[in-house]
């Protein structure tokens, strides 16, 4: 019940990204924290990557969606990279930054609880955790999350808090920047 995203989605599709020139692997580069080199490979594996038409099933929507960072319904190669960088990202403040620039879906600043929830709900089921198990329910970890980050009460996670709220608790880190030591 409650289950707001039914299987209403149209098979995703991927930009085929137009061949760059130097100086915009330069600014990609820069942007990302590549090297050049690796800005030119990761493209490589992106042209690889590319899915053939076809279905996505949840975590590939997931990844999907985290890619397509600024919502438009495709990932262009600049979105692969910056998730790609999320990922591979070695300083953790770094990371915990790009995490929270992809969950405010809408760009507003601030995470709110509805945008928090839907988070822990894609997380939840990548993890195959129990959604309504006792002990860490969507809810609870939503609930836990906000009295533990939302300094200021406004039921908000700017990125400040965000980012000193999931550098100060572990388990938290782990689940919302996972790769993060
Ligand atoms: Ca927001
Ligand atoms: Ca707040």
Not at 2 to 15: T, W
Not at 128 to 140: C, F, L, P, Q
Request: aromatic fraction near 10%; charged fraction near 30%.
């Amino acid at each position: 019940m409650g289950n707001s995203h039914d299987n209403k989605s149209h098979p995703k599709k991927i930009k085929r990204p137009k061949p760059l020139n130097d100086s915009q692997i330069k600014e990609i580069a820069q942007l990302t924290g590549f090297t050049s080199d690796q800005v030119k490979q990761l493209r490589a594996g992106f042209l690889n990557f590319y899915p053939t038409n076809g279905h996505a099933d949840k975590f590939c929507e997931y990844v999907f969606n985290t890619f397509d960072s600024d919502g438009s319904g495709k990932v262009d190669f600049i979105e692969f990279l910056l998730a790609t960088s999320l990922i591979t990202q070695k300083d953790p403040v770094k990371k915990l930054e790009w995490a929270f620039t992809m969950y405010d879906r809408d760009k507003s600043g601030s995470i709110s609880r509805k945008e928090m929830k839907k988070i822990m709900d894609s997380i939840f089921d990548l993890l195959g955790e129990d959604k309504n198990g006792t002990e860490h329910s969507v809810a609870a970890t939503v609930d836990q999350i906000y009295s533990k980050m939302d300094i200021n009460g406004d039921n908000k996670l700017s990125k400040e808090e965000f980012v000193n709220g999931c550098l100060a608790d572990d388990y938290l880190r782990r689940l919302l920047a996972p790769g993060s030591n």
